[in-house]
């Protein structure tokens, strides 16, 4: 029997491959999934190349292992880098793309050193998935948006959607197994379009709404141009749907915008967000921040923080730009220097922390009901539970309510999370 360790870098959507990859090993009786790598006999890494940091750590962890383990590089670094890799480590045992997660036993028993061509990869909707409460599930994957600091289109495709019935049936699957929660994923899911069928994202929700034994729906990432009216009525509506939306801003400069190819202007975005809010008032609403794009000026800069300010945002995710190459913004250079955009980047940290922290200190003594996980990893008396608009809630009870709903009261802040009582 060969042993596997799965190291996953990146997004839920990396998560879900590593899980898909165990699952599909573990239905053949030749393999099992170990917990470390020193136990391993392959280790299989599955990569981000999302931004230059992500590939330089993910590189460290090759070179730290492939002498003396047989390693599998896999994901969108794979995709990105491709043969590159044998040049960088020899003793490398394969390497596999981002449409070719379902050959991964191929891979392994016929010694296949490089797969990284094919289309929308096969989905094997009855693999075997941890036990949990909450899961991941791919509706679509690639994007058609080509920001132009963003390598995605390059390294998982244009935008491929699943066909409705096979995802119902990958969830009817999964509720059977003791899920109550699934959180749809695609690099842009409210673009997603079934065209057998003819049916959009929104319609899509409403069908997985429908599934019987489902208590909850969450979906990320969405772009801001596809986010339309339809879906924010579908969500306030549906009694199962989060009231979360991720939605990138990156910029608060139109001029930085336009370079970036994010087909939408600051008013267009604001004028979303408030829509939103209108709507479902309580609405969990975090972004992405990218500062020290190639034009970046201090006034562009400081029409970001006035974005944050004015919208407010529960979180936000503040990168620093890195060139990434063969993107469109590469060539327009590296125009800001990097000590700048660190003062940038921890400025809106700092900024967007103190609007976190103010937002949650709001909701103490508020009472609402949550989905229990499972128990805290810290605290073993208290068990972890999920509001409807997204936040985190530890509480003490049995653990028996695991995968229940309670009502549950917010009591006081645990950094981003909340400390609450069973009500």
């Known amino acids: 029997m060969q042993r596997i360790f799965i190291r996953t870098f990146g997004c839920q959507m990396n998560e879900y491959d590593s899980e898909r990859m165990a699952g599909i090993l573990l239905k053949d009786k030749d393999f099992s999934i170990v917990n470390s790598e020193e136990e391993a006999d392959f280790i299989i890494v599955n990569t981000c190349s999302v931004r230059q940091h992500a590939e330089n750590r993910e590189l460290s962890y090759i070179a730290k292992y492939v002498k003396n383990k047989k390693v599998i590089v896999a994901g969108c670094m794979a995709q990105n880098l491709k043969e590159e890799l044998f040049k960088l480590y020899p003793d490398l045992y394969a390497i596999l793309g981002t449409s070719n997660f379902s050959k991964i036993v191929d891979v392994i028993k016929n010694n296949k050193k490089i797969l990284l061509d094919g289309e929308f990869d096969i989905y094997e909707r009855k693999f075997q998935r941890?036990?949990?409460?909450?899961?991941?599930?791919?509706?679509?994957?690639?994007?058609?948006?080509?920001?132009?600091?963003?390598?995605?289109?390059?390294?998982?495709g244009r935008e491929k959607s699943r066909e409705v019935n096979d995802i119902v049936k990958e969830i009817e699957d999964m509720v059977k197994q003791g899920y109550k929660e699934v959180m749809l994923l695609g690099q842009n899911v409210n673009s997603y379009y079934d065209e057998k069928t003819k049916t959009n994202f929104p319609q899509l929700l409403q069908k997985i709404h429908n599934i019987e034994g489902l208590l909850r729906i969450k979906f990320m990432t969405s772009h801001p141009k596809d986010l339309t009216n339809e879906l924010i009525e579908t969500v306030k509506k549906g009694e199962k749907f989060v009231k979360h939306f991720h939605l990138p801003v990156q910029s608060g400069s139109n001029k930085i915008l336009k370079l970036m190819n994010r087909k939408?202007?600051?008013?267009?975005?604001?004028?979303?967000?408030?829509?939103?809010?209108?709507?479902?008032?309580?609405a969990n609403i975090t972004t992405d921040i990218?500062?020290?794009?190639?034009?970046?000026?201090?006034?562009?800069?400081?029409?970001?923080?006035?974005?944050?300010?004015?919208?407010?945002?529960?979180?936000?995710?503040?990168?620093?730009?890195?060139?990434?190459?063969?993107?469109?913004?590469?060539?327009?250079?590296?125009?800001?220097?990097?000590?700048?955009?660190?003062r940038r980047l921890n400025y809106v940290i700092e900024l967007q922390k103190k609007i976190s922290y103010d937002i949650n200190k709001s909701y103490i003594g508020f009472e609402t009901e949550g989905l229990v996980y499972e128990i805290s990893y810290k605290r073993k008396n208290e068990l972890k539970t999920g509001t409807i608009n997204n936040k985190k809630v530890f509480i003490k009870g049995d653990k028996n309510l695991i995968g229940k709903i309670v009502k549950v009261k917010l009591l006081e802040l645990r950094g981003s999370s909340f400390a609450g009582i069973l009500l």
Do not use: H, W
Not at 293 to 318: C, H, M, Q, R, W
């Open 264 to 282: 939408y202007t600051k008013e267009e975005y604001i004028e979303k967000i408030e829509k939103i809010r209108s709507e479902i008032p309580f």
């Open 130 to 156: 941890p036990k949990r409460i909450d899961g991941l599930i791919t509706i679509m994957q690639g994007c058609n948006n080509f920001c132009s600091y963003c390598i995605v289109p390059y390294v998982r």
């Open 290 to 342: 990218l500062v020290g794009f190639p034009g970046e000026e201090e006034k562009d800069f400081l029409e970001t923080v006035d974005i944050i300010n004015k919208l407010k945002f529960d979180d936000a995710f503040s990168f620093k730009y890195s060139v990434r190459k063969g993107t469109q913004a590469e060539k327009y250079g590296d125009t800001v220097k990097e000590k700048e955009k660190l």
